[in-house]
Nanobody, 118 residues
Framework: QVQLVESGGGLVQPGGSLRLSCVVS????????TAWYRQAPGKQRELVAR???????NYVDSVRGRFAISRDNAKNTVYLTMMTLKPEDTAVYYC????????????WGQGTQVTVSS
């Protein structure tokens, strides 16, 4: 059974920081690219950041320089370190694992809420 379990969300003031974690089980972690997506109320889910199985990263423009994605292959865990948070970062954040060669083989976590508000 494949599971992606996110943690680390919560309420934070503007300018604050959070670190999200996603523990993955049930797959061969090194065969998957991993990513964080987010969905704000009334908006479509968007890609925030991706780290490939080889360690390459990319970010949506709105978070570049403030967020950092990383993965620990020994722990089957992917992280999203978020700094200088803004109210517009408020969303449910989802972890995703997508097979590197098998198109359509993709798994999602249940999501963790991040709220940036004073």
């Amino acid at each position: 059974q494949v599971q992606l379990v996110e943690s680390g969300g919560g309420l934070v003031q503007p300018g604050g920081s959070l670190r999200l974690s996603c523990v993955v089980s049930g797959i061969i972690f090194s065969n998957y690219n991993t990513a964080w997506y987010r969905q704000a109320p009334g908006k479509q889910r968007e890609l925030v950041a991706r780290v490939t199985s080889a360690g390459s990263t990319n970010y949506v423009d709105s978070v570049r320089g403030r967020f950092a994605i990383s993965r620990d292959n020994a722990k089957n865990t992917v992280y999203l370190t978020m700094m200088t948070l803004k109210p517009e970062d408020t969303a449910v954040y989802y972890c995703n694992a997508a097979h590197v060669v098998r198109d359509g083989v993709s798994y999602w976590g249940q999501g963790t809420q991040v709220t940036v508000s004073s």
